[in-house]
């Protein structure tokens, strides 16, 4: 893996593992809100299929 330097600052993580990471915790603060799947993933304008399918793959990858 190469490092991209951005503003002097190496950056070790990828623009596409970042948006991953915010769309995970923007998924958790959905789920808690509205206590549903259902729900948070409307709150989202995903589907509840997609909800769940994200939600296993980035569990899987940025579980805080």
């Not at 190469?2 to 190496?10: A, H, K, P």
């Not at 993580?13 to 509205?34: C, G, I, P, T, V």
């Not at 549903?36 to 940025?62: C, E, G, N």
Request: net charge positive.
């Amino acid at each position: 893996n190469r490092m991209l330097t951005i503003c002097g600052v190496e950056e070790k993580e990828s623009l596409k593992d970042k948006l991953e990471r915010a769309e995970y915790m923007y998924m958790a603060d959905a789920y808690e809100r509205w206590g549903s799947i259902r729900k948070a993933a409307k709150q989202l304008q995903m589907s509840a299929p997609t909800f769940v399918r994200k939600w296993h793959l980035y569990q899987d990858r940025y579980s805080f």
